[in-house]
């Protein structure tokens, strides 16, 4: 009997939404399952949409089939139907039962509004895409599509749009000389009549809107087209959100872009563009309205981050963190996690129903079916499955026909593709015949009683991805991996044996889903794990063809095209004895040790505890040096770093004991370097394959630059020995956060100030961090605000010169006490007031030195500038220089505060006068102080003490002017 007469796709299944179309679709409403990182957006978007709340759009990513248009369209039934609504009580429970707070956060939102509160607008990328204006005639279409579905098409205001379609209309009536020559010219522009230039602008087209605003000077005599109207969507949705509020019942306007991805890319590729700035422009407009609340949510299938991942990776385009974060300033970027994998594989069995016919022979077929899951519970293919048994019953049986393998291919290569109409629910609902196909392999495939069960193998899924695989993944190393596929085909010729085709594809699948392409691995995912013989000839015999090649280390099969280069490992050798006069072991791990640890950015050991101390990040950056270099390197090396772990590299016994003796006598009072010396023979026995990596890398570079076709062959070789490298790299690092090494396994020994320290795991690595810091560092006075302690001293600066300025005036310190603006309170608070010196005494505001029982390190820095101030004869280089080293260790953005702060009074008093360079500086500002920091060498002090001769000068002043006053600063501002 055909396949097809014992499983079938559930009746009516629908593999995604549209938020457009299924807005009003109950039974999507009735069947959503929120999830953890579901229930955070929809708290967050709870708060957002409270009265007077500063808001900017809700930024929602997530790979295909997370479910965020079904989460966008729960969010528009939960602002349009009251908690009372059959419709929202199967989701209302769920919300109850696993994330009450968001239930109760919710509950009280919808008891503040109206019963049908916010008016949902819907669009997705096509809408109104025409031209740069994108962003505002999307929006105005969609507003005016949700008012008319809403029967308020009477809420809508005047556009240019419409006024533009009136306007033709008028001349089509009234002046039909001037609408002749305007339909004779438009064809010039791209439009073949009048009627498709009204239809664009029915579409709020920018492009068309533009063209007939030219068109209409020229044919109308030089006449502009000026209507008064509203020119862009930020006024028109103001003024239409005070309409349905003021008139209509209504609490505001819900934007929920679904498919924003295509134009997010856009804004990421530009930051500065047109796009940007349409969408920033419009958010600012909304960020605080009051009872006037209009939301945007926009949803993207990648996040900004991966956008500008694959940008790099596709089109080689650097955008770097600031601007990444810039971007995202824009936003409230939340991501939307995946059901968990046991989640969608059981929706997956919901999908695929088995007839009676089917269930009759469930127990014939038992010992396959539960040798499946054994395999499959083998390799660890399904997360959150705990026992053999659940994966037989959910996946192996729960989804038959398809092979374990296929269920875990078809969420990877969900991921790869990329594309909305690529998700394994859209395999499952294909009703085309294409080979390949869930339908046409139910409709070609035939089950008799007693034979072998047919399963749907992923190499024949492979064959129905394969040109998306090809052309439109959004992940390179699948493109690669296909397109060396079909070239190892080519290369088969006229051996057209289906079985190596079919391994071939395997070798593929599993590079693709970055799992190993071992000979059992290929003899599961092909069914055909009784036939590893047969597989291993042809696998030999593919080899021999030079079609593949097989790793020594990890016995992997991986593709090598035929290439007429001669034996790999001969290449190798000859380009290692080449480059045997440039190699430096060393200078080699220096370069490429970023690429060998997990995570870049664990280069740098962070000190935790001091940062929970101190309020700033401090970090130690991993440096390698030879024996030779300690004394001169390590100084140099220390003036731009925090602190250093120091690897010192040694190739016999007597260069490690001379290092270590160097590290317990001339270095142990250096607190800011901790020192690894590792075992001298095990860096002995690393070179060669050190050696051996650098040969390979520089193949693999020139492979590339020539265009040779060779490049592959060199990266499977580079692996094989990275795997090397990063299991000495665990062992000479342990207990760094980077390894995965045990202490038995350690082949370095750890100092700190000419101590050996016996670490046993990463708690005692972090503990010394943390004192090597605090040694260095313990004057760092606490200023509880990133921007401040940043390196660089640009961060904040727009907000910190305001802040100089008023602690150099006279009323400065009234003007601290009573700034409203939040970057700017934050900066006095953290900086002044949490340091004791801002503070009250006897009711009065003052503005002084910190006493030293309160904040000793702020106390202790001030007096360290106050003396540079009144005994100096140097250039503020001298003190400067001070601050930013131990013990104080001061970042840049926060030195011109604490300067003016010591300089206030000085100043005031007619004291303290500053030259720059041979010139005295008339008045001390943010911009001085701003200065001083950045070009200290060009600065100089010059102090007065105000003694009595000076004081008696300006009291006889005030006497000739019959001035009061007797405060020596109010008295000098008033002369």
């Known amino acids: 009997m055909k396949l097809s007469e014992l499983v079938r796709i559930r009746p009516g299944f629908k593999p995604a939404i549209d938020l457009t179309e299924d807005l009003d679709n109950i039974e999507k409403v009735q069947v959503y399952y929120p999830t953890k990182t579901a229930a955070d957006i929809l708290l967050a978007l709870a708060g957002y949409l409270k009265p007077a709340v500063s808001r900017i759009p809700i930024l929602i990513g997530g790979s295909y089939g ?147 605003k030219k068109l209409h000077k020229e044919v109308c005599g030089g006449a502009d087209f000026v209507p008064k109207v509203c020119l862009y969507a930020k006024d028109i949705y103001k003024i239409v959100c005070e309409r349905l509020v003021d008139n209509k019942g209504y609490d505001g306007i819900c934007i929920i872009w679904d498919e924003f ?107 396959v079916f539960s040798n499946l899951a054994q395999k499959s519970y083998d390799l660890t293919l399904f997360e959150g499955f705990v026992s053999r048994e659940e994966i037989k019953n959910t996946i192996v049986k729960g989804l038959y026909p398809l092979h374990p393998f296929t269920a875990y291919v078809l969420g990877r290569f969900t991921d790869v593709i990329g594309q909305r109409n690529r998700t394994m629910f859209t395999y499952l609902a294909d009703i085309t015949l294409m080979p390949g196909s869930f339908k046409w392999f139910l409709e070609n495939s035939y089950f008799q009683a007693g034979e072998r069960l047919p399963f749907l193998t992923a190499d024949i899924v492979f064959d129905f991805y394969k040109d998306d695989l090809e052309k439109m993944a959004e992940d390179i190393e699948a493109q690669k991996q296909t397109k060396t596929y079909l070239e190892a085909v080519k290369e088969l010729g006229s051996d057209k044996d289906e079985t190596k085709t079919r391994i071939l594809k395997a070798i593929a699948i599993l590079n693709i889903c970055k799992n190993k392409a071992s000979l059992e691995n ?11 013989g047969k597989i291993e000839r042809i696998l030999q015999d593919l080899i021999n063809r030079r079609i593949l090649l097989r790793t020594d280390l990890t016995k992997e099969y991986k593709f090598m095209k035929a290439v007429s280069m001669g034996d790999p490992n001969e290449v190798i050798n000859n380009t290692i004895d080449e480059r045997s006069s440039f ?46 270099e300690m004394r001169s390197k390590l100084p140099v090396e220390l003036e731009t770093r925090d602190g250093i772990i120091a690897i010192v590299l040694t190739f016999s016994e007597g260069e490690n004991r001379t290092a270590r003796e160097m590290i317990e006598s001339e270095f142990s009072e250096e607190s800011r370097i901790i020192f690894i010396l590792p075992d001298f023979k095990e860096i002995g026995n690393m ?53 995965t090494a045990s202490p038995d396994k350690s082949i370095s020994e750890w100092y700190y100030l000419g ?35 940043d390196k660089s001293l640009g961060k904040f600066k727009t907000h910190r010169k305001p802040v100089i300025d008023y602690v150099l005036s006279k009323d400065g310190i009234f003007n601290l006490v009573t700034e409203k603006d939040s970057k700017r309170r934050h900066i006095i608070r953290a900086v002044y007031e949490d340091n004791d010196i801002l503070r009250k005494e006897g009711g009065k505001d003052i503005f002084c030195k910190p006493r030293l029982h309160k904040a000793k390190e702020m106390h ?116």
């Open 66 to 212: 997370t479910g965020k248009s079904h989460l966008g369209l729960m969010i528009a039934k939960l602002l349009q139907h009251d908690f009372s609504d059959p419709i929202l009580n199967s989701f209302l429970t769920l919300l109850q039962k696993n994330y009450s707070k968001v239930y109760e956060e919710w509950k009280t939102l919808r008891t503040s509004l109206t019963k049908e509160p916010f008016l949902i607008v819907t669009l997705k990328r096509e809408e109104g895409a025409y031209g740069r204006d994108v962003i505002n005639s999307s929006l105005i279409n969609a507003l005016e599509k949700a008012l008319q579905k809403a029967g308020l098409e009477e809420v809508m205001v005047e556009t240019e749009f419409r006024a533009a379609i009136r306007r033709i209309e008028e001349l089509e009536s009234n002046y039909p000389e001037f609408a002749k020559k305007l339909e004779e010219t438009l064809p010039q522009h791209g439009f073949y009549a009048t009627v498709g230039l009204k239809n664009a602008l029915k579409q709020n087209n920018g492009d068309a809107l533009e063209t007939f």
């Open 860 to 975: 202790t820095v001030w007096e360290e500038i106050e003396h540079f101030i009144k005994h100096s004869k140097e250039n503020f280089k001298v003190l400067i220089d001070k601050l930013q080293s131990p013990p104080y260790g001061l970042r840049p953005p926060s030195i011109p505060l604490i300067l003016a702060a010591v300089m206030r009074k000085p100043y005031l008093e007619g004291c303290l006068s500053i030259k720059k360079n041979v010139q005295f500086i008339k008045t001390i500002t943010a911009d001085v102080t701003e200065d001083i920091v950045k070009a200290p060498h060009l600065y100089q002090p010059y102090y007065t003490e105000l003694n009595e001769n000076r004081k008696a000068v300006l009291m006889g002043i005030a006497d000739i002017f019959e001035i009061k006053d007797t405060d020596p600063i109010a008295l000098k501002e008033q002369i």
């Open 522 to 532: 290929i003899a599961f995912i092909l069914n055909m794990t009784g036939e590893t």
């Open 583 to 628: 190699f430096s072991p060393k200078r080699f791990l220096e370069e490429h040790f970023k690429k060998w640890i997990s995570n870049p950015q664990k280069r740098f050991a962070k000190a935790d505890g001091y940062a929970i101390k101190h309020s700033m990040n401090r970090e130690m950056e991993i440096r390698f040096l030879l024996k030779d």
């Open 755 to 789: 101590k050996n320290y016996e670490l046993k795991g990463f708690r005692e690595f972090r503990e010394l961090v943390d004192r090597a810091m605090e040694n260095a560092y313990p004057l760092t006075p606490r200023i509880n605000r990133e921007e401040l302690v």
């Open 687 to 739: 070179v060669p394959v050190l050696r051996r990596l650098d040969a390979l890398y520089y193949l693999k570079n020139r492979s590339a630059l020539e265009a040779q076709d060779t490049t592959e062959i060199w990266k499977t070789f580079i692996e094989e020995d990275e795997i090397r490298v990063k299991e000495f790299l665990g062992k000479l690092l342990f207990p760094m956060e980077v390894t």
């Open 261 to 367: 991805s295509d134009i997010l890319k856009e804004i990421v590729t530009e930051p500065e563009g047109n796009l940007g700035a349409q969408l920033q422009s419009f958010a600012e407009a909304f960020q605080t309205t009051g009872k006037y609340r209009v939301q945007t949510i926009l949803i993207s299938h990648r996040a900004i981050r991966e956008h500008a991942r694959l940008l790099q990776a596709q089109r080689g385009l650097n955008i770097g963190e600031d601007e990444i974060r810039k971007i995202g300033g824009r936003f409230l970027e939340k991501h939307l996690s995946p059901a968990t994998a046991k989640e969608i594989y059981e929706l997956m069995k919901s999908v695929i129903e088995h007839t009676e016919s089917f269930k009759k022979i469930e127990e014939f077929y038992r010992d």
